[in-house]
Each structure stands twice: as C-alpha cells, then as structure tokens.
C-alpha cells in the first residue's frame, strides 16, 4: 500500500484528481526523468514542474518540504503527496503496459528502498552531471508543465 503524506488542504494549483511529479530542473538525471515520463505517459495522466519554478516552489512550500536542498523528487495529488522512494512507485503505477512491472522493486523494505534512492539522489550530479540552467520545455512539451495560470 503507498505511504502518502496527507495534508488538510488540497494541494494549490491542481485540478482536482491532476497528478504533478516535482523534480530537480537542474539535474540532469532528474531532466532525463521528466522526458522519460513525458515519452511513456500516452494519457498525460502526469504534470511536471521543476522545483526551482514558482509553481514547484509554491507545491514545496504547501507540503513543508525544503525550498532551497532539495534531494528528491515529489509527487503530489489532491491532499496526498509522495516523497523518495513511495514517489517512484506513485509515478510508476500511472505509467502502461510494461512500465509497473518496476513495482516488484516493492519486495525490499521501505528503509533499505530509501537508503537506496538517498544514495543516487546525494550524488546525482557527481554521477549524472548538473545543467548551468533549468531546462525549459519544447513547446510541444509544454502542456505537460505545470503553469500557474493553465
């Protein structure tokens, strides 16, 4: 069963039932992430918006999480939201066909999945590489982003 985090109010910005994935805009494991997402989610079931954005600054903020160090992606839908580990699995599940397989990964204690996902996120630009600037989206990617006023 997914460990979600609840708050009282419903996340700003989204639709009722509208699920966004926040992530690191200047990492680029994080960057290839969001593409990876934006190619295998046929039904546009996943909003992105990079932390650094006003719209994932303000999403960070509703759900008390840091503004400034962030070190792991996020999803957030209605009052729920999804951090490290359960926050894969969450994304994981909307994606078709082959793609929830990645579920099994699900066997392993949440501590040691964790550990796990803190270990590449800490080091993900010595691993990955970091980009000078946030990547902005090709317009014919742009309706997957999430806008304030969209």
Same mark, same amino acid.
Not at 108 to 116: Q, V, Y
């Given at each position: %069963?997914?460990?979600?985090?609840?708050?009282?109010?419903?996340?700003?910005?989204?639709?009722? !039932?509208?699920?966004?994935?926040?992530?690191? !805009?200047?990492?680029?494991?994080?960057?290839?992430? @969001?593409?990876?997402?934006?190619?295998?989610?046929?039904?546009?079931?996943?909003?992105? @918006?990079?932390? /650094?954005?006003? +719209?994932? /600054?303000?999403?960070?903020?509703? @759900?008390?999480?840091?503004?400034?160090?962030?070190?792991? %992606? @996020?999803?957030?839908?209605?009052?729920?939201?999804?951090?490290?580990?359960?926050?894969?699995? +969450?994304?994981?599940?909307?994606?078709?066909?082959?793609?929830?397989?990645?579920? %099994?990964?699900?066997? #392993?204690?949440?501590?040691?999945?964790?550990?796990?996902?803190?270990?590449?996120?800490?080091?993900?630009?010595?691993?990955?590489?970091?980009?000078?600037?946030?990547?902005?989206?090709?317009?014919?990617?742009?309706?997957?982003?999430?806008?304030? #006023?969209?």
């Amino acid at each position: %069963m997914p460990v979600s985090l609840v708050r009282p109010d419903p996340a700003p910005l989204l639709a009722p !039932g509208e699920t966004v994935v926040l992530f690191d !805009g200047v990492c680029k494991l994080c960057s290839g992430w @969001a593409r990876f997402l934006i190619r295998h989610d046929p039904h546009h079931r996943i909003r992105l @918006a990079a932390v /650094q954005s006003p +719209e994932g /600054q303000a999403l960070l903020a509703w @759900a008390g999480l840091p503004l400034d160090a962030f070190d792991t %992606m @996020a999803v957030i839908r209605d009052q729920h939201y999804w951090v490290r580990s359960e926050a894969f699995f +969450e994304v994981v599940k909307l994606l078709p066909a082959a793609w929830p397989v990645f579920r %099994m990964l699900r066997i #392993f204690p949440h501590w040691f999945r964790d550990w796990a996902y803190d270990r590449v996120a800490l080091n993900r630009y010595r691993l990955f590489g970091k980009h000078e600037v946030c990547l902005l989206p090709t317009p014919d990617h742009q309706q997957r982003f999430l806008k304030e #006023f969209s």
